[in-house]
């Protein structure tokens, strides 16, 4: 079950031009979904304007060798590694969501082009069904037990935000109506409703990026680059250095910390990290 190609089957009553034409409409709605939430918010203008920003308060000229070697480790770590994510359970939760999506999006992507009536290579299929339960699990996972409004304000799982949910909420739909379907192969009734919703929810996750939190995969590693750059430059994005309070070149430079917290200042505390929240 989980090696054959859902798609040939379907091929009988939906002619692979159809699913072709389908692909390309999804793909369309991304680029055009991004340049109209990057026109509306001026997301590109302001990036730029405080890269400019940035620039003027710098310290010091960052090397174009280096910002090679901060453009590879933002690869290496923002972007393959989910590296922004402090707490363990939210970053193996994104990097299933993200590497399971990635998989279901090539191998539906190689299955409709390229074997859209014949059963496709074994490892094909499987990678298909792999990635939607990496891309399923790790968003139920997020939905369920791990997202702000859940863990840290009390609000109940079933309780839909709005706009800000869109994204997560057809991840997961499409996710786990794609398997369904694939499942359900043999049974006429249940094939089709669950191709209905399949269809429904990945119309919904592609169609809604001007809305969604789906532009973040684009954005996010820019911000990250650019972040590496201003602690490079030294312009911080004006906020202070980080200082070693035990630090004596720190003391003789700000006299009030031995003065007040002695030459040894202990740690300031767990602050956010002290207890799991929990007041609501
Ligand atoms: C295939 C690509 C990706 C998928 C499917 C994906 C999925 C997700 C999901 C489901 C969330 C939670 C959204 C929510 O709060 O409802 C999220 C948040 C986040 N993602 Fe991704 N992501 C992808 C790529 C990336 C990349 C490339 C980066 C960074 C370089 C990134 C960084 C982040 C960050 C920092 C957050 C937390 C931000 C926030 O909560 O607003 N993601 N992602």
Redesign the pocket.
Known sequence: MIVNNPFAELSALVPPSVMQGYVVLMVLCVVLGTVLDMLHKQSAKYFFENAKKAQKAAKREVSGGEKASLALKTVTN??LT?S??NNPKRRLS?LL??YG??LFVVTSAVMIFKYPTTDAPALIALLWHIGAAMLGFG?LW?WFFI?VDVLAEGVKWHHFNGR??F??VS?IAMAVFGLLWSFAQQINFAQWLFFVLFIASTTMLFGSVYWS?FA??FF??AA?YQKKITIADGSRENLPEDFDLSDPAVQARFPDIPEYMGKNPPPMGLGISREPPSHY
């Open positions: 923002e972007v989910s922004e994510f994104h969501t993200m999506f990635i968003g997020f997202r800000g949910d994204f997560i991840l939190k973040h995969m996010k590693p990250a």
